[in-house]
């Protein structure tokens, strides 16, 4: 599928009326009677074109520019889907600081956010509007077996039936990870387009509302996974299969007592195990390479489940992993970190002095052995867990994310602008986007919630002869090598520090410390918590989803705000 990326632009300069843009009402359903389909799709391969842009979709902030929005705006870096889903679920946590002044960033590290906050309309209107293109490719008129026949592409009717698997899989995913960030968004379908119909709701009169639309993407997927059409395990990278829907079943049921008040530990387990078992994945054989430059094609794309595709030549963004390149790292400590890498000359193209850790954060989940903040990293990595990729050389340990300079606390550099093979290739290219696909699902993950699940089951805790326990040794040998030790019994609290080791800056500890019962309580503090500097405060419950978009609410009479909004 990405090599039919590069391909997507021409067919949306044919069809870009019928994918219109999202404008003032986000979640109008496209308008299918500015273009007929007979039109759209009049080449038998604009289908692959068309579903590669859904793909694309979680990568791509305009059909062709990467510096224009397709949404309404003021930067299109910021606008993208994956760029600020991180940020939405990192950058409100413990786990990211960042230093910009700009006021999207104020309001989501410090709680403050309201529902015209650029994070939280980029990632709403970009999920909403990622559904429509789904909801429009499903449309009988498109895609069904009489339209293509109709049209005289009989040839591709195999195809096309694997497509609307797909599709229907990647609406799923969309609602499920709308459904976990804003509770009860509006729900459409392919028979709502073109009609005047504003989107509903599921459920309006529930408190939050998620319980019926979580039953509802539950059905999808149970029922996308018995399509024969849709294959049992991926046949090409980046594409679908039954394996992820398996994954969006394990993290659902992992949390499905905070979406529904109902937990689903065993279901959790089950498809996670069939991730595991079934989906066709495996470990890459490094956990550094997974985030390097050339991670779709050194064997990090095997462990990717369903990720966003970024490529310097076809599909460029200033969002998604060039973000994570580039905010890491300043003028002060992009040569020290390329000579530590090995290299005598910078190996980054650009920096953007904002993102940073705090030290309670890094100490608190990774034990840093050897800190010495004179000289080296700042710590010993060779002593340390490898999956903890910081730099703190000379930082002062308190963070502060008011400083106009990003070297407090730890900077990451987890995401790194090189190959596996330790080639500076976004130099040796002469760009600045970064070519590193980020992934949204990848196997870890199932091992980790596979393992958490069997815990929960298990009374709190695993012992050396869980199937669980056996699970994490392998993640952190991976990582650590065969000297790589564990305590005899691992409780939850340790389980979740190892989701941190494995998982952090991938857009999972939000909804971690959520279920954790961690986000909101008073019990659990860090820096700038509630915008309070010990961060000894609690943050409103209704904060643990974010709010409706307003521009959406006040054009959509059938919405209703989540509540404390």
């Known amino acids: 599928m990405k090599k039919l990326l590069i391909y997507s632009v021409a067919l949306l300069s044919s069809v870009g009326v019928l994918t219109s843009c999202v404008g003032d009402l986000e979640t109008q359903p496209l308008d299918k009677n500015q273009i007929t389909a007979d039109r759209a799709f009049a080449d038998p391969n604009s289908y692959d074109q068309y579903v590669s842009y859904a793909y694309g979709y979680f990568s791509l902030v305009s059909p062709d520019n990467p510096g224009g929005a397709d949404i309404a705006v003021d930067d299109a870096g910021q606008s ?32 403050k956010w309201n529902p015209t ?28 077996d009489s339209a293509v ?29 709308l459904m976990d960030l804003f509770g009860n968004p509006p729900v459409a379908l392919p028979e709502h387009l073109g ?19 979580f039953e509802w993407i539950e059905q999808e ?13 991926r046949v090409e990278y980046p594409r679908l299969s039954k394996g992820a829907a ?5 993290r659902m049921y992992l949390n499905a007592e905070v979406y529904t008040g109902t937990a689903r530990w065993e279901d959790a387990k089950k498809y996670a195990d069939k991730c595991i078992d079934e989906g066709g994945y495996k470990l890459n054989d490094s956990y550094v390479d997974l985030f390097r430059q050339d991670n779709t094609t050194n064997g990090a794309q095997d462990e990717f489940i369903i990720a966003a595709t970024y490529d310097t030549d076809s599909t460029q963004s200033w969002g998604g992993t060039t973000h994570y390149v580039y905010a890491t790292v300043n003028d002060a400590i992009r040569m020290p970190i390329s000579k530590l890498m090995g290299f005598t000359t910078d190996i980054y193209r650009s920096q953007w002095n904002g993102y940073t850790c705090s030290s309670e954060f890094v100490k608190e989940n990774f034990d840093l052995q050897g800190i010495d903040r004179t000289q080296g990293w700042g710590y010993s990595r060779e002593a340390s867990d490898k999956r903890a990729f910081f730099y703190g050389a000379g930082f002062p340990d308190e963070v502060n994310p008011y400083s106009p300079d990003m070297t407090t606390g730890w900077a990451c550099v987890k995401w790194l602008p090189l190959t596996s093979d330790n080639v500076d290739i976004l130099v040796q290219k002469g760009i600045d986007v970064s070519s590193a696909d980020f992934p949204i ?60 080791r494995e998982l952090y800056w991938e857009g999972h500890r939000r909804v971690d410390l959520i279920r954790y019962n961690k986000f ?46």
């Not at 997927?221 to 395990?233: G, M, R, Y």
């Not at 398996?246 to 394990?250: E, S």
């Open 117 to 144: 906050n650029t994070a939280v309309k980029s990632v709403y209107t970009r999920g909403i509007k990622a559904v429509a293109l789904c909801n429009q490719f499903l449309d009988p008129t498109v895609s069904s």
């Open 441 to 500: 699902f990848r196997l870890a993950e199932m091992y980790l919630i596979s393992a958490e699940a069997e815990a929960r089951m298990k009374g709190g805790s695993l012992s050396s002869s869980d199937d669980g326990y056996a699970l994490i040794k392998t993640l952190r040998k991976r990582a650590n090598g065969e000297e790589d030790t564990m305590p005899l019994s691992l409780d939850l609290e340790w389980i979740l520090k190892e989701r941190t």
């Open 221 to 233: 997927l149970l029922e996308v996974i018995e399509d024969e059409n849709l294959p049992a395990v």
């Open 195 to 213: 009609a005047a119909y504003y989107p509903e709701q599921m459920d309006r009169d529930a408190a939050i509302g998620r319980a019926k639309l």
């Open 520 to 565: 909101t309580t008073a019990s659990y503090a860090w820096p700038y918590k509630a915008g309070i500097k010990d961060g000894n405060a609690a943050i409103d419950d209704y904060r643990k989803i974010y709010p409706i978009l307003s521009s959406d609410k006040e054009v959509n009479p059938n919405l209703v705000q989540n509540p404390g909004y």
């Open 246 to 250: 398996y994954a969006v079943l394990a």
């Open 149 to 177: 026949e109709a049209r005289g592409h009989g040839d591709r009717l195999a195809d096309v039936r694997a497509y609307r698997a797909e599709m229907r899989l990647l609406r799923a995913i969309y609602y499920e990870i």
């Open 80 to 111: 993208e889907f994956t760029r600020m889903y991180t940020i939405l679920n990192e950058l409100s946590t413990d786990a990211l600081f960042c230093t910009w002044g700009d006021d999207y960033v104020a309001g989501i590290q410090f709680h």
